[in-house]
């Protein structure tokens, strides 16, 4: 394996590790820096992952004597190496902590990917789990988990038992995509490790998380609403999640004409609902070809032993501007202020991203509320957001206007959709108002 | 007990709450003595969010039903419904050691075993539904009882719901000191009345359109293969049709019952409706192309989820479903059934309470059929079982909820 000094190399580790290389590479063709390590033959062989390190079956510590020398020579030299893989597993729970602590003592930044158990695995599974997250948290510099459990709070019990494991497997995915993606933002402002060791470094915190992918002319508030729904988002019984958190990390991945309001929209919103203590740090991938879907991410955590946020000095680098083709690699603190650190000076127009719907004036009204206007007391938004995302459980009130009469009830949401709105102004459609006399 | 007996069925719904008196005669037909009804308040989407004013507005129902049937009303029948409400099909097992023939205590465990699923831990059962047994395979046994075989197995339709929130409906009522014979599934009583024998064989969706929610019912080969509840009804209507023209709510469910109609927009009349002036509202022109947009739009989409949820349920049980039978207060929307013919693409009836008797006005407007079909459902009920065992179901199916009173 060639490696150049910035490269990352993400390990994926036993059955579930290799599954979600293997989802991560039909899903992004050209990544590279795929690594799967597993002790099981078949389940190697079937893998598209190119780069392979077969684990002799039987003793995993054994096993791993043989294949520590292949591991170091393949890492060596990369900028930062994540582990992905299912803990609870024999093969899992002790390879992720071999290797983790492997990769740490060649000097690289090491970080994690983990999914726990589902309950309905056994108490054994669960133990030897916390036992090795608990090791994975103390070696790591950053470790993402993930559980099982939780994401099935969302959905019916009822549901198959490999459904449960493809949605475990796609949300682990999805994790994975979330720390690259922050891992990679480039350019003067990003995400730094420094930001994410500050949220997952820490033993013992509990780990949010929450993604949503939209398109269309809503896309920004269809996947930041889905993000906030995310079943990992929320700490049961105590409201949103974000809430508790310090720091929030959020990345917006998406096509080139992301717009400079979008990214305020979504940050302003996500201020509302996190109150004020907490820091936003804001990554942006607008790389991809027009018209292809925004992605947003969620992380944050809770809980542990979280520093308070560094001073949000080296945040006020500007953001960098890719002029030519329009695509804004940019990166920001957010301060309780709302505004947004300076960017760059020549920022895409919205090209329909966030566009007001026609000039019906109910719509118009309604969109400009959902993402209020900065200068509005922003103490009096943060309470009833507050308010609000206890009832729903983090899910995003709709604007008083179009949820109309439902306002204050507990909202029908099927498919995704929130359908106490009127299907007229959710599928865009134009009417004539009445005239008064 | 007597070959004629008195049942009361009561629904709480979002825009109303009716209480049904009837009198089951010694052929089956129910027959009604009559109702009574209050306006609703504290009721959302079809659950109980302010228990005391519901409680006050029951205790209104029941005292109107009394009045005007001069029947003491001591048990109700309840309907409930909600989105908290899910529903699946589950097959129980039973292996016959020696293959011997089949109790009645069989009958009862291949029950249990089939309800042994994980559901969410705040839930509990509300309704288990026989759809058929086999006996080594031998499909569709119609009574298993005494034949002889290995392997028995049943299929069931299983309802359950958020234990807290069917609670909340038990004890409003049992503040009122009345007594509940059982909780019964919205659509399940309505499908009692709404639907004949005939439909339920050759497959049948109910759609009971109310003013909070839609419930809904499917039977095919005579037994409920799915049951669903969106939060979304009448009211909805109302409010999509005041955002949407900026009138008052109230206003707003005038202009729907006078004028509302869910046809497509494209072949509308058009032209305006002129709404007058009163005292608390300013009058103003309506284009009737936009009010019937906004209708048309709603209906469209409750009709197109349900389509959905029930493909997404079943593979192939849309196909098996000959027709659509709509009742509840909102079939009374004009065009109402047009719009479902386009989503369906089957035969579509209005429907309402049938094969009953009495006061005809009752049983005539569909939103009462919820609340009939509570006392037919009733009389079903009470007339294939000992009223022994009845008490043992109750105990059985929401544990001590129920202390029977005397009738």
């Known amino acids: ?437 | 007990m007597a070959n004629e007996q008195i049942f009361v069925g009561l629904e709480i719904g979002t825009t109303k709450i009716s209480v049904i008196v009837a009198e089951a005669r010694a052929d089956d037909q129910i027959s009604i003595l009559g109702v009574g009804e209050t306006p609703s308040r504290g009721v959302r989407k079809g659950e109980i969010v302010d228990m005391e004013t519901v409680t006050e507005c029951v205790r209104e129902a029941i005292l109107d039903a009394e009045d005007k049937t001069n029947v003491e009303i001591g048990n109700v029948w309840v309907a409930i419904t909600g989105a908290h409400l899910a529903s699946f099909n589950n097959r129980g097992s039973l292996a016959l050691p020696g293959e011997r023939q089949i109790e009645t205590e069989d009958l009862e465990a291949v029950e249990v075993n089939a309800k042994e699923v994980a559901i969410p831990t705040p839930n509990t059962f509300l309704h288990t539904i026989l759809q058929a047994y086999h006996v080594d395979g031998n499909q569709n046994v119609i009574d298993p009882l005494k034949s002889e075989g290995a392997l028995l197995e049943a299929d069931f339709h299983i309802v359950h719901g958020i234990k807290t929130r069917i609670h909340n409906t038990l004890r409003c009522i049992e503040s009122l000191k009345i007594g509940i014979e059982d909780v019964v599934l919205s659509s399940l009583a309505s499908a009692q009345v709404v639907l004949s024998q005939d439909q339920k064989n050759y497959g049948a969706l109910m759609i009971d359109i109310g003013g909070g929610t839609t419930d809904y019912l499917v039977y095919i080969d005579g037994a409920i293969r799915h049951s669903g509840v969106l939060a979304l009804g009448g009211d909805h209507i109302t409010n999509d049709i005041s955002v949407g023209l900026r009138l008052p709510i109230a206003r707003a469910e005038l202009l729907k019952i006078e004028e509302g109609s869910a046809s497509d927009p494209a072949v509308s009349q058009g032209g305006i409706i002129s709404l007058k002036n009163d005292p608390r509202f300013l009058g103003c022109d309506v284009d009737r192309i936009s009010l019937e947009t906004i209708i048309h739009l709603r209906v469209k989409e409750i009709f197109e989820l349900i389509r959905r949820d029930i493909e997404s349920s079943g593979e192939g049980m849309i196909d098996l479903i000959r027709g659509v039978m709509i009742t509840g207060g909102c079939s009374k929307l004009k065009g109402i059934a047009q719009v479902a013919e386009e989503v369906f693409d089957i035969p579509v009836e209005l429907t309402r309470a049938r094969n009953v008797s009495g006061a005809t006005q009752i049983f005539e407007d569909p939103q009462y059929s919820t609340a009939i079909g509570l006392t037919k459902y009733a009389r079903l009920v009470t007339k294939n079982i000992a009223p022994e065992s009845m008490i043992d179901r109750l105990a059985h199916g929401l544990g001590n909820l129920f202390k029977k009173r005397s009738r």
């Open chain 1, 1 to 437: 394996m060639s490696t150049s000094p910035s490269r990352r190399i993400l390990v994926g580790v036993g059955n579930a590790g290799v599954t979600v290389l293997d989802l991560l590479s039909v899903e992004c063709p050209g990544m590279t820096g795929l690594l799967a390590v597993n002790n099981d033959r078949d389940s190697l062989n079937a893998s598209i992952v190119r780069e392979k390190i077969e684990v002799p079956e039987g003793d995993p510590g054994e096993g791993f004597r043989v294949i520590d020398e292949e591991f170091g020579r393949t890492v060596e030299g990369a900028s930062a190496v994540i582990l992905c893989g299912g803990l609870g597993g024999e093969t899992g729970s002790f390879l992720l902590t071999a290797l983790a602590i492997r990769a740490k003592s060649a000097g690289l930044t090491t970080m994690a990917c983990v999914g726990m158990p589902f309950s309905f695995e056994g108490k054994h599974k669960r133990d030897l789990a916390e036992r090795s997250l608990e090791k994975l948290q103390e070696i790591c510099d950053a470790v993402l988990v993930i559980g099982n459990d939780q994401l099935s709070g969302g959905s019916p019990s009822i549901s198959a038992v490999g459904e449960a494991f493809v949605l475990s497997d796609r949300t682990l995915l999805a994790a994975l995509l979330a720390l690259t993606g922050m891992l990679s933002t480039s350019g003067p402002v990003k995400i730094t490790r420094a930001d994410i060791h500050n949220v997952l470094g820490k033993p013992g915190v509990l780990t949010h998380f929450g993604f949503g992918k939209a398109e269309g002319s809503n896309r920004l508030h269809e996947s930041l609403e889905r993000a906030l729904k995310s079943p990992l988002l929320t700490i049961p019984g105590k409201g949103a999640a974000l809430k508790e958190s310090a720091i929030i990390l959020l990345l917006l991945r998406g096509a080139k004409d992301i717009s400079f309001a979008e990214v305020q929209a979504v940050v302003g919103k996500i201020e509302q609902i996190a109150g004020d203590n907490c820091q936003i740090k804001v990554g942006v991938h607008a790389d991809g070809p027009l018209g292809s879907p925004l992605e947003l991410y969620l992380l944050a955590s809770s809980g542990g032993t979280i520093r308070k946020p560094a001073k949000p000095s080296e945040s006020n680098e500007t953001a960098e501007t890719n002029s030519s083709n329009g695509a804004i690699s940019s990166n920001s603190s957010i301060s309780r202020t709302g505004t947004i650190g300076t960017i760059g000076t020549k920022l895409p127009q919205s090209t329909g991203g966030y566009e007001k719907p026609p000039e019906h004036s109910e719509g118009e009204k309604g969109t400009g509320e959902l993402f209020p206007d900065q200068t509005k007391p922003a103490s009096k938004f943060g309470k009833k957001a507050a308010t609000a995302s206890k009832q729903m459980q983090g899910t995003l009130a709709l604007d008083t206007y179009q949820r109309g009469r439902f306002d204050k009830s507990e909202p029908t949401i099927v498919e995704g959709e929130d359908l106490d709105v009127p299907t007229f102004l959710r599928k865009g459609i134009k009417l004539n108002t009445p005239t008064r006399k």
